[in-house]
């Protein structure tokens, strides 16, 4: 089974950049659906963008579409997300998902592997 490991999160200004990245060991991670959710103080976790199994086609929740992408490296075995133009309301805990299915699954509740999650914090 795969194992992902979240990275890059911080403390930035609103309008600032950041870019995640979701490393992946025990198997290839271009064999699942891989999804970025975010959950903030007292929210449900929420869908923010995906990539499907094999080719590659991506999704973005609307509030991120155009400021966000998501991205795979086969070589690296590594998802990233890069995100630009932050808001002070995107502060969350942001949480890496796979799952063996052939498309992008926006429910949290239908990806069966998660990472530790990665806090980002942005600053008015």
């Known amino acids: 089974q795969v194992q992902l490991v979240e990275s890059g999160g911080g403390l930035v200004q609103a309008g600032g950049s950041l870019r995640l990245s979701c490393s992946a060991s025990?198997?290839?991670?271009?064999?699942?659906?891989v999804a970025w959710f975010r959950q903030g103080p007292g929210k449900e976790r929420e869908f923010v963008a995906g990539?499907?199994?094999?080719?590659?086609?991506?999704h973005y929740t609307d509030s991120v579409e155009g400021r966000f992408t998501i991205s795979r490296d086969n070589a690296e075995n590594t998802v990233y997300l890069q995100m630009n133009s932050l808001r002070p309301e995107e502060s969350a805990v942001y949480y890496c998902a796979a799952d063996t299915s052939y498309f992008t699954n926006y429910n949290w509740r239908d990806y069966g592997y998660w990472g530790q999650g990665t806090q980002v914090t942005v600053s008015s």
């Open positions: 025990g198997r290839t991670i271009s064999g699942y659906a």
């Open positions: 990539i499907s199994r094999n080719t590659g086609l991506t």
